[in-house]
């Protein structure tokens, strides 16, 4: 995640760049860096995510779904029940 904050600056450091490869966002974005002194630490997720997964037939009933009010459709958590 970035934090909101720093988007701007993010956008910023990227603006004219053709993105050719994933090293050269992570290079791009490792180099931004705000007046304040705060800088990016850059993880790049390769793992390979299976589309089209199912959930557990349970899933609705041992997980409460909180949806964004902005953004319900993107933005939700699933919190396990205790």
């Not at 934090?3 to 966002?25: I, L, M, N």
């Not at 390979?48 to 779904?65: L, N, P, S, V």
Request: glycine share 4%; hydrophobic share 35%; aromatic share 10%.
């Amino acid at each position: 995640p970035i934090e909101h904050r720093f988007f701007p600056h993010v956008t910023r450091a990227c603006e004219g760049v053709v993105f050719d490869s994933v090293e050269t966002v992570k290079t791009l974005i490792s180099r931004t860096s705000t007046s304040k002194g705060l800088t990016t630490i850059v993880h790049i997720l390769d793992k390979i995510y299976e589309t089209g997964r199912k959930y557990a037939a349970d899933f609705k009933e041992i997980m409460c779904i909180l949806f964004d009010t902005h953004l319900p459709k993107w933005n939700y958590r699933a919190i396990p029940q205790e």
